[in-house]
């Protein structure tokens, strides 16, 4: 009797541990990757747009299967949207920044293959634009003979002059170290042994 049960359990031994190899292949057989695993931009706010990314999607098998894309962003688009792929497929990625404020800003891209599903994360850091702190003044030069250089004048009222500065006998002069969210006025005014002349007309500019 126990020569009879023996090969009947080795049967069901041999016949489980089948089974679970043949799920193990289908399960591998839906599985892709998708190459790199996350997206960063980096841009400048009221500038270009950063330049477009790409994603690779790769897989095993060699049966066509239908990708598709999606992302949960309006300022993100990934295209196509829907293709068909065999083992690899390439993704392009945008971002497009109009109307966006500065600060970072996450998104995240989801792609389907078949029935399985994979996320990337997406993060684009917007930054302010440069300050322009300075101002560039240019003047006609005066002829006169006796002339020995010119003074430029900067205040933050119009005609109201609280800072000179001597520049010499050059014809243009860049201003520096002004204030954000002020504006300024400026003139120039030529000088010899003999005193000063009247300001030039008179110009301004407002620092952002």
């Known amino acids: 009797m126990e020569h009879t049960h023996r090969p009947t359990g080795w049967f069901w031994l041999v016949l489980a541990v089948t089974v679970f190899i043949g799920l193990g292949q289908a399960a591998e057989g839906l599985a892709f990757t998708v190459s790199p695993t996350a997206l960063t ?17 790769s897989r ?20 196509p949207s829907t293709t068909s792929m065999t083992t690899k497929a390439t993704l392009t990625v945008a971002v ?12 995240t891209i989801t792609i389907k293959v078949g029935k399985a599903t994979k996320t990337v994360p997406v993060t684009m850091t917007l930054s302010s634009p440069p300050s322009a702190t300075t101002a560039t003044l240019a003047w006609t030069a005066v002829t006169d003979p006796s002339l020995s250089g010119y003074n430029v004048k900067v205040g933050t009222a119009s005609g109201v002059y609280s800072r000179t ?25 030529a000088y010899n042994s003999a005193g000063e002349s009247p300001p030039s007309n008179e110009v301004s500019k407002s620092i952002y």
Request: hydrophobic share 30%; proline share 3%; charged share 10%.
């Open 165 to 189: 500065i001597t520049v010499g006998n050059v014809t243009s002069y860049t201003v520096d170290s002004l204030t954000n969210g002020t504006t300024y006025y400026f003139s120039v005014t």
């Open 60 to 79: 095993s098998r060699t049966s066509q299967a239908t990708l598709t894309t999606s992302d949960n962003a309006s300022w993100l688009t990934v295209s």
């Open 96 to 107: 497009n920044i109009s109307g966006l404020a500065a600060g970072t800003y996450n998104a």
């Open 41 to 57: 931009f980096n841009a400048v706010r009221d500038g270009t747009n950063p330049p477009d990314q790409t994603l690779s999607v």
